[in-house]
């Protein structure tokens, strides 16, 4: 089956910076299209970016300037390079995984990213 596992969340003062990885397997990684969407609490889940197989990128705009979305098709590894951390960027932090193929959708568990000092 399709498994999205995250890491490199953590605790990080406002203006750190953090790298997210997801790793996936049981999905031909070539032919999907890879994204990194946040839930806070209380709050619904939103999009932070999206990239392509090709490596055409998408930003939400209250994170644009400060992520960089990337993949390595060899390692089936998409990350995520946060600057400029607020404290609003707290928040559960889920990969996400759309077969191109076959239409589905899958999710990782979320790793936990908090900004405070």
């Known amino acids: 089956q399709v498994q999205l596992v995250e890491s490199g969340g953590g605790l990080v003062q406002p203006g750190g910076s953090l790298r997210l990885s997801c790793a996936a397997s049981g999905i031909i990684f070539s032919r999907a299209v890879m994204g990194w969407y946040r839930q806070a609490p209380g709050k619904q889940r939103e999009l932070v970016a999206t990239i392509t197989s090709g490596g055409n990128t998408n930003y939400a705009d209250s994170m644009k300037g400060r992520v960089t979305i990337s993949r390595d098709n060899a390692m089936n590894t998409v990350y995520l390079q946060m600057n400029s951390l607020k404290p609003e960027d707290t928040a559960v932090y889920y990969c996400?995984?759309?077969?191109?193929?076959?239409?589905?959708?899958?999710w990782g568990q979320g790793t936990q990213v908090t900004v405070s000092s």
């Open positions: 996400n995984a759309r077969s191109t193929l076959t239409g589905l959708t899958y």
